[in-house]
Each structure stands twice: as C-alpha cells, then as structure tokens.
C-alpha cells in the first residue's frame, strides 16, 4: 500500500518570505508518481506538478521549485519570494503508473502568508 | 469547455435520505474517480471507474454505489445518507494510460451536509 505523509499542519509566513513544504512518501513500487496540489479557499483542486519515478531532476516553475529525493522518499515543494495570493492547502499525492492512476493523498499542509 | 462538472454543489440531507451526485466529463476520458475530503484527512478514494460498465472500490466504499453508464458519467449514490457522510466529495477523470497517462481532471466539489 502506498502512503504520502504532510508532517506540516499549518505553516504561516510572512509576504516574501520564501517556504518549504514537506512531503514524505512510502510505496513498495518502484514506478510511480508524485504530485502537489494546489487548493485555494474557493475550494477547487489545482495540478501544479507531476513527476515519475525515474526522473529525479529538480524543476522550477517561476517562483515554484521541488526538490524529488528517492533516497528521503521525499518530494518537497518551496514557493521563493511567497504571494498572499499563495495562501492555499497544499496536497502532496501519489500514484502508481500502471493500472487505474488511484491517487493517495497527504493530509495536505494549510500555508497562511500574511502581508 | 466545461472539463468536469458536479451536480449539486450544494446538498443538506437528513440522516437516512438517499441521493445521487453526478459527475459528467466531456474530454472522452476513460478513467473517473469519486473522493472525499474530510478536515485533517486529505482526500480519500470512494470508488473509480477505468472504462464505461465497469467500477471499483476504493479506500473508503462503504455506505456508497456508483455506475457508470456512460463513458461521461459517473454516478455516486447514497443510499440511507448518514452523519458520517458530511465531507467535500470530488470528482476526477482521466485519460488511460495507453491515452497518454495524464494527470486527473478535478471538478469544483460537491458540499454535502447530512443533519
């Protein structure tokens, strides 16, 4: 069985201030996906990544940027120079990459950046 | 283009009513999902579908069905509504993976609140 741990209830930062959020991943698999979502207080569900297992390269996406280690099983996410607007749950999830993609969700860490 | 769509997203019911949410994709996806999300527990998978006539249990079936008739839709059904049933309840699809394995499409939630 698969399972994605958020130690990070809730995390509250000042604007500009850069955040790392934690995630820590356990599967048996060794092909699979990692992903973040983003959840802001309108409720939807928004994709921000995915990664496959065999790809362990760093990736940045403007102020986003996540660090993937198999070797910590971990799969961090750090907004640089944070935004009120990035004031959100955050998800970390997993899925294998064969059969039906289910997904396994972290409890998810609620980040709170304050003016 | 609509994506996903949930009816209701809003829904209060009295312990032991029954209901159906509907979920309808208009992308040809194959795959569809039903989650809740509960405060503190992230989201957690009810049952999926990975083509039409077919469905499957997820991590937390009891208390509910599905059907998925069509391709588009995917039923969720309750049938003697119970306390235990309030939660923000999702809606996912996506392509198989001999489609290209992309990741799931959300829709906006259902809130449902069982008095």
């Known amino acids: 069985a698969q399972k994605v741990t958020q130690a990070q209830t809730e995390i509250s930062v000042v604007e500009k201030e850069d955040v790392t959020l934690d995630c820590v991943y356990e599967t048996r698999d060794t092909t699979y996906y990692l992903f973040w979502y983003k959840q802001p207080p309108s409720g939807e569900l928004v994709f921000l990544i995915r990664?496959?297992?065999?790809?362990?390269q760093n990736e940045i996406s403007g102020r986003y940027s996540w660090n993937f280690q198999k070797s910590t099983s971990s799969f961090n996410f750090t907004i640089t120079a944070s935004q009120v607007v990035d004031s959100a749950v955050y998800f970390c999830?997993?899925?294998?990459?064969?059969?039906?993609?289910?997904?396994?969700f972290g409890q998810g860490t609620r980040l709170t950046i304050n003016p | 283009n609509a994506g996903v769509t949930q009816t209701p997203k809003f829904r209060v019911l009295k312990t032991g009513q029954s209901m159906t949410l509907l979920c309808a994709q208009d992308m040809n996806h194959e795959y569809m999902y039903w989650y809740r999300q509960d405060p503190g527990m992230g989201l957690r998978l009810i049952h999926y579908s990975v083509g039409e006539g077919t469905t499957a249990k997820g991590e937390v079936p009891d208390g509910y069905n599905v059907s998925r008739l069509k391709k588009q839709n995917f039923l969720l059904g309750l049938e003697s509504a119970a306390p235990s049933q309030t939660s923000v309840y999702f809606c996912?699809?996506?392509?198989?993976?001999?489609?290209?394995?992309?990741?799931?499409?959300f829709g906006d939630g259902t809130r449902l609140s069982i008095l």
């Open positions: 996912a699809s996506s392509y198989s993976i001999r489609e290209g394995n992309q990741p799931q499409h």
């Open positions: 999830a997993l899925s294998l990459i064969q059969g039906a993609q289910k997904l396994v």
């Open positions: 990664r496959n297992s065999f790809d362990e």
